[in-house]
């Protein structure tokens, strides 16, 4: 664990004791802060038990508790853990997932800080668990949070693998929305939602039909007016995948491709994947500058980042320019951001780490490579044109 003070760039660093599993990309980790300062962690997991600790002070990496249940219901499945921070009113919030890949739920429990205790939502809010005539799970992007507080999900559904080759089916872009932390939810329109949302229940804001590419667990943003803006990777019409760019201008949803990539490549097999393009991350600014960052075939496999819209207007029909962040390729790294950061001062911190990920999670070695914290302040077109 590391922690960076901003104003002197002090660096302190602590290791948890513990047996992890590193060789499953899977196992993602989530850190969360509640209203006093003390940091929460889930870790390790693929529908596994949870494991999950809290900090014993505030704004302190260095003193653990042990590891602990947080409510002791929807426990023993979990994958995916991600943490929602505290906002207008509303304690620290943990999404993930209940179950399996392609049979699962996505439930939310919160945080009192007073009884030191969490509590589940009563129901989940997105479920393809008991779907006939087969199952499914829902992946969410990045969620996101509006200037008001309201929660902004999207997500594609997953059912099992299709025929011999075991291709990835991922369908049809969602979305879904709630003024109040995951009691209530509603579509882009307005219309309420019936909990658990279903994949026959879902507003499809953009259709996806099997062995589209489409991947999943990408990231949305919202811009000034809270709307939403999705990146995402699929199919082209020639069956080339191909980075695009999905928005909500208010009364629509609007796409537009922003690579023009000459090779395919096909989602199948188990395990992680070994892909020639990273999923992309996506920033706007304060002045709706709309950014995708990437790791690709067509950059070297170096980090780069592309200007997507300015001011609500997607640039003309002219290739995009996709400007590199670090002279080195990253191997199959994918972007990883400081939201917060990002949030509070508009400064971009990216870590940067080459990763050789093996496909299929079936080799590895123990090679370590260094870790860097690069931050960069991207100029407005404002400031630009002055």
């Given at each position: 664990m590391v922690q960076r003070n901003?104003?002197?760039?002090?660096?302190?660093?602590?290791?948890?004791?513990?047996?992890?599993?590193?060789?499953?990309?899977?196992?993602?980790?989530?850190?969360?802060?509640d209203r006093q300062g003390c940091l929460h962690m889930c870790y390790d997991h693929h529908c596994t038990q949870l494991r999950y600790r809290r900090s014993i002070k505030p704004y302190d990496i260095l003193d653990w508790t042990d590891e602990l249940l947080m409510s002791g219901t929807h426990e023993e499945k979990v994958t995916y853990p991600t943490f929602i921070l505290p906002r207008s009113g509303h304690p620290l919030t943990l999404l993930y997932r209940d179950g399996h890949h392609n049979r699962g739920s996505a439930r939310l429990k919160t945080y009192d800080e007073d009884a030191q205790s969490w509590k589940d939502h009563p129901t989940p809010i997105l479920s393809g668990a008991d779907q006939r005539p087969w199952t499914?799970?829902?992946?969410?992007?990045?969620?996101?949070?509006?200037?008001?507080?309201?929660?902004?999900?999207s997500f594609v559904w997953r059912t099992d693998v299709i025929g011999e080759h075991k291709l990835v089916?991922?369908?049809?872009?969602?979305?879904?929305?709630?003024?109040?932390?995951?009691?209530?939810?509603?579509?882009?329109?307005?219309q309420p939602y019936k909990l658990p949302i279903t994949p026959t229940t879902a507003e499809t804001i953009w259709p996806s039909p099997v062995g589209n590419n489409l991947i999943n667990q990408t990231s949305m943003a919202l811009d000034s007016r809270?709307?939403?803006?999705?990146?995402?990777?699929?199919?082209?019409?020639?069956?080339?995948?191909?980075?695009?760019?999905?928005?909500?201008?208010?009364?629509?949803?609007?796409?537009?491709?922003?690579?023009?990539?000459?090779?395919?490549?096909?989602?199948?097999g188990g395990g992680t994947l070994q892909i020639p393009i990273s999923r992309p991350d996506i920033l706007i600014d304060r002045h709706d500058q709309v950014y995708a960052i990437v790791r690709a075939d067509f950059t070297d496999q170096k980090l780069a980042i592309?200007?997507?819209?300015?001011?609500?207007?997607?640039?003309?029909?002219?290739?995009?320019?996709?400007?590199?962040l670090w002279p080195s390729p990253v191997g199959y790294t994918e972007p990883v951001i400081d939201r917060l950061r990002w949030q509070r001062d508009n400064i971009l911190s990216l870590l940067v780490q080459e990763a050789q990920q093996p496909d299929g999670d079936l080799t590895?070695?123990?090679t370590q490579t260094p870790v860097w914290l690069l931050d960069i302040e991207?100029?407005?077109a404002e400031k630009a044109a002055s």
């Open positions: 901003l104003d002197t760039n002090h660096i302190v660093t602590h290791d948890i004791a513990g047996d992890y599993n590193i060789r499953d990309a899977h196992n993602s980790i989530s850190m969360g802060m499914s799970n829902a992946y969410w992007n990045h969620p996101a949070v509006a200037a008001d507080g309201s929660l902004h999900l089916n991922n369908i049809n872009m969602s979305y879904a929305w709630s003024p109040d932390n995951g009691l209530h939810w509603f579509t882009a329109q307005g809270g709307r939403p803006h999705i990146v995402f990777y699929a199919n082209d019409s020639q069956g080339i995948p191909q980075y695009q760019h999905l928005w909500f201008n208010g009364t629509q949803w609007k796409q537009k491709f922003f690579s023009s990539r000459k090779n395919p490549f096909v989602l199948k592309v200007l997507l819209q300015t001011n609500g207007n997607s640039p003309d029909d002219a290739p995009n320019e996709f400007i590199s590895h070695t123990d991207l100029q407005s």
